[in-house]
């Protein structure tokens, strides 16, 4: 049987592999349809590391590829957001109760992915 999941996911390092070494933040930024801000936004955050040499940056096409690679989003049922928001928003209604146990039982349990007792 044939493994489709390795076809499907491609490593950091083949991302990029027909692209020269190293290419300027212009070149990345077309190259990957966004905006040279942005790329400056990864920089300045430290998600993107570069090479300077004088006033001109360089991208190494790995590092970069490895950006691309951390961005992927699996799509994976509810997002952390929506998480959070309801254990804030049952938590303080717990809380508020009075019920500090029940509301450490219904932390545990969103944060622990199972259903409270």
């Known amino acids: 049987m044939f493994d489709h999941s390795a ?28 905006s040279t801000w942005s790329l400056y936004q990864s920089i300045r955050s430290g998600e993107l590391p570069i090479i300077r040499w004088g006033r001109r940056v360089v991208l190494q096409c790995e590092d970069l590829a490895s950006l691309v690679a951390s961005k992927r989003d699996e ?28 509301a450490l039982r219904r932390a545990a349990a969103v944060l622990g992915g199972t259903e409270p007792a």
Do not use: I, M, Y
């Open 7 to 34: 076809v499907n996911q491609p490593t950091p390092n083949s991302l990029l592999s027909d692209q020269p070494p190293f290419l300027t933040v212009q070149q990345a930024s077309k190259l990957l349809h966004v």
């Open 75 to 102: 799509g994976v049922g509810q997002s952390p957001r929506s998480s959070r928001r309801e254990f804030r928003r049952a938590t303080r209604h717990e809380l508020h109760l009075g019920g500090a146990e029940t």
